[in-house]
Structure formats: structure tokens, C-alpha cells
């Protein structure tokens, strides 16, 4: 899949804010871009199946996703036979099983998956072996930053950029104009783009929880027009986390 820079996404902020020096632009736009493919689940990948070694409470799938970025969550697990792994909350283990995470399997189909902190996950009951090709994971996943000591990604795939552009536009003007004491800081349209951002993220997250992060195409035209953005934000959107 083709990548696009986030340079070449620009044009659609500063032609609104044409002041801000570019290495400010291409920081809030790329923060605008993860925070929304974060809490979206936007950009989905499949791992296919991998193994699920005794030392890890769940199968590890670094190794699969694109690199120069990090997992979010799992947002489909399968066991090798194809068989559905429900997701349940910590607090659903908790009425389920009071020692539910003490529980061992040797390397059987496991009940649930949850997520057991930030960024960790982990499968009821775990495994005391190895299982080789253990299971089959989606994983919702996000672009890392570029800091002092490691390069970021500077673009995503064109799919999404195709899909979202529009989208990470408002984040990035809603993040800038809230900058204090700059010529284009500007509280009032801040908020403003920052309601936009809030539910163009629940429509992404809808749309990834139905569509596996398969966006759909579609064509916009014009620019950023605040009433023109607000009117394609009506549609009722499912926003359950874990689904």
C-alpha cells in the first residue's frame, strides 16, 4: 500500500493558518493524526497467526505490524480453529472468577481476552507451554513520533489518508490555535475544531468497529468550513471500547 507524507497533507491547515513554521505544523498534525487513529482504531492490521510463548500473557505480535508503530489494542482475537475469543473488562473477570488471573491452561483454547493495563494484554486463563501458531489477531494500530532519539513515521498509508486527512486537519487546527500568545492562536475556533475532531473520531470508531478499518473511499470537496464539516457529523455512531 502506498504511503503519503504528512507534508504533502498540510495544505489543507495552512491555507488556514499560513503563519506557523512547519516543523510546528508537522508536530501537531502528526499528534493529531495518532491521538485520532488511537482512540479510533482506525488503522487496523491483520497479524495472521502467531505463536503464544508460557513466558507471555498474550500472543506477541510486534513483529507483524508496520513498521514505526506501536499496537494499540487487539480488536479481533481467533483461536487456530477459527474460533471466536470474546473480550471481557477486568471488572467482568472479576465478577466471572476471583482468581482469574492465576488461572493456567496447558496451552488450550483460552475463554477471554482483556486488556490488563495500558497496552498490555492478556488471555484467561494463560498458557503453561508454547502453542506454535496460537492465534489469529487483529490489531488496531497507530504511527509512532518522531523524537531525539528514534525517527517516527512521516506518512500513512493512502487509504487512510484518503479517508481521514479531512479529519486530522481539524485535530492539527484545534491543537494549534490553542498554542498561547501566537498569531494564529485562537481559543474560540480551537474549540470549535476541537468538537469537530471529538466526532469525527467517533465516526472513525464506529466505522472501524463495522468495517474491520477497511475505510470507505469517498471524494470531499471545498475546504474546511466549519458548517460544512459539522453537517456530516449527524450519524449515529457506535463507540463501545472492545468491540
Not at 469537530?196 to 473511499?217: L, V
Amino acid at each position: 500500500m502506498a504511503e503519503v507524507s504528512y507534508r504533502d497533507l498540510f495544505w489543507q491547515v495552512r491555507t488556514e493558518l499560513p503563519g506557523v513554521p512547519e516543523p510546528t505544523l508537522f508536530m501537531m498534525y502528526a499528534a493529531a493524526v495518532r491521538e485520532h487513529l488511537r482512540r479510533s482504531h482506525g488503522w487496523q492490521v491483520q497479524a495472521g497467526l502467531v505463536t503464544w510463548t508460557f513466558t507471555d500473557d498474550f500472543p506477541d505480535a510486534t513483529s507483524a505490524v508496520p513498521a514505526n508503530t506501536v499496537i494499540v489494542q487487539p480488536v479481533q482475537v481467533k483461536w487456530n480453529n477459527g474460533a471466536l475469543i470474546p473480550f471481557k473488562t477486568r471488572q467482568e473477570l472479576d465478577e466471572l472468577d476471583g482468581d482469574w488471573e492465576q488461572r493456567e491452561t496447558a496451552g488450550q483454547q483460552p475463554d477471554y481476552w482483556t486488556v490488563s493495563a495500558p497496552g498490555e494484554f492478556l488471555m484467561y486463563p494463560t498458557t503453561t507451554t508454547t502453542v506454535t501458531n496460537a492465534a489469529e489477531l487483529r490489531l488496531a494500530v497507530v504511527p509512532t513520533l518522531p523524537t531525539a532519539a528514534a525517527d517516527g513515521r512521516t506518512g500513512v498509508p493512502e487509504e487512510l489518508a484518503l479517508e481521514y486527512s479531512e479529519d486530522w486537519a481539524h485535530g492539527a487546527l484545534a491543537k494549534l490555535m490553542k498554542i498561547p500568545g501566537k498569531d494564529w492562536t485562537n481559543l474560540q475556533l480551537a474549540g470549535s475544531y476541537g468538537q469537530i475532531f471529538e466526532d469525527d473520531i467517533k465516526i472513525a470508531k464506529g466505522r472501524a468497529g463495522a468495517d474491520f478499518g477497511r475505510p470507505r473511499r469517498r471524494v470531499r470537496y471545498g475546504g474546511l468550513g466549519i458548517s460544512g464539516s459539522a453537517q456530516r457529523r449527524t450519524r449515529r455512531v457506535n463507540d463501545d471500547y472492545g468491540q
